[in-house]
């Protein structure tokens, strides 16, 4: 997680309502000759319709921290991720690691004992706090930096490895945001991404509920585009998680509801959606290339 959601979840302003002289087939045309323009594209048609902001009963949508938080002792029941070992055989004894939209530190904690230094940068000081205090249970040294990635890119050392896990769903300049960690990375960017949305289990849901179809895009193949069409040398390795069984708490029923944009009236519903699913496998994608710092 990141400078931006990693929910996935999307509540950009489209293009149209920053130029209203555009139409739709005109945008529509003027954005799918490039994998990132194809990838804005994709962001803008998966936005949150105004109507439903406008009419949403709770604020706009956050990340809870307490949801991010690294939990070692989960993360030592699960299979190691290609995204991990990757990062591991870049990263020398000692050595530094950026983390861009570190959240509670799962990507970059993980790396301990042989990280030395941990750089992590969110725009949520909740996120921050709740890496630290993490960062100091396991006793390494790390330097919380607030701000949105690439804005605070200018206040970061250059460190052996850059990682970024599932931070990338809502950034709409993915060039300019992938630039600025290969400039930052002497020795490897690694970043980790969902083949698909994080929330397109939900989208049955918005179909009942709203009458919408969200768009389900391939996420790890059109990132990887973009990735390849920048020059990068980028290489690719995948995993399937096993289902993760999660139990059907108010709180987890309160994390649906709000970022279907609806009341507590909608709960009962939710809960049966929740509880009738089926749970999914997942296919996640570690996606790595050298980086240009000195």
Known sequence: MSSVDSSGDVVARSAMHQNPTMTEDASSQASVSRPADRWREALLRSAVPQTI??????????????R????PEE????????????ALE??????TVLDVGVGGGASSLGLVPKVGLIVGVDPMPGM???FEASAKEVGVAVRAVLGSWPDVADEVEPADV????HAIYRVAELEDFVSALTARARHRVVVEV??????AGLNPLWRTIHGIDRPDPLVADEAQAVLTWMGLAV???????????QEVTPQLVAFARRRLYVGPERDAEIEKFLREREPQEQRVAALWWPGTAA
Do not use: K, M, Y
């Not at 902001?53 to 307490?66: F, R, S």
């Not at 993360?75 to 070992?85: C, E, F, I, K, N």
């Not at 850059?162 to 896990?165: G, K, N, P, R």
């Open 162 to 165: 850059a990682v970024c896990h």
């Open 90 to 95: 870049a990263l020398p004894e000692g050595g």
């Open 68 to 71: 991010f938080r690294w939990r």
């Open 53 to 66: 902001l406008d009419n949403a009963p709770e604020p706009e949508v956050t990340l809870e921290p307490e």
């Open 128 to 130: 921050l706090e709740s």
């Open 75 to 86: 993360d030592a029941t699960q299979p190691v991720r290609p995204s991990r070992r990757r």
């Open 235 to 245: 290489e690719r390795e995948d995993i399937l998680l096993p289902p993760r069984v």
């Open 194 to 199: 969902s083949a698909h949305s994080p929330l």
